[in-house]
């Protein structure tokens, strides 16, 4: 079993950054990917990016390439998500996953932070 915490969300303005992480316990750890979603207010959550377990090898959503990165350090039980440029339609509850592979549906994750708030003002 992992359990997960994510920090590091806040207030920025538009154009800034922030760096989340997504903090993990249980020792099989390395075994899973981890995926990054996000739920903004009245919608759906969505996917934002996953890596797999060697952190070799990552996906992301159309919205988000080339201003996020996702990376993990698996001595600390720690994976990153680098959050550049960041714009207004990134405010959302973002959320950590782990799962089996590394997929982009909420279906293919067992296991969930708790969630970190990040807001973007224009």
């Known amino acids: 079993q992992v359990q997960l915490v994510e920090s590091g969300g806040g207030l920025v303005q538009a154009g800034g950054s922030l760096r989340l992480s997504c903090a993990a316990s249980?020792?099989?750890?390395?075994?899973?990917?981890i995926g990054w979603f996000r739920q903004a207010p009245g919608k759906e959550r969505e996917f934002v990016a996953a890596i797999d377990w060697s952190g070799y090898y990552t996906i992301y959503t159309d919205s988000v390439k080339g201003r996020f990165t996702i990376s993990r350090d698996n001595a600390k039980r720690t994976v990153y998500l680098q959050m550049n440029s960041l714009k207004p339609e990134d405010t959302a509850v973002y959320y950590c996953a782990a799962g089996r592979v590394r997929g982009t549906s909420q279906k293919e994750y067992d296991y969930w932070g708790q969630g970190t708030q990040v807001t973007v003002s224009s």
């Open positions: 249980g020792r099989t750890f390395t075994s899973y990917a």
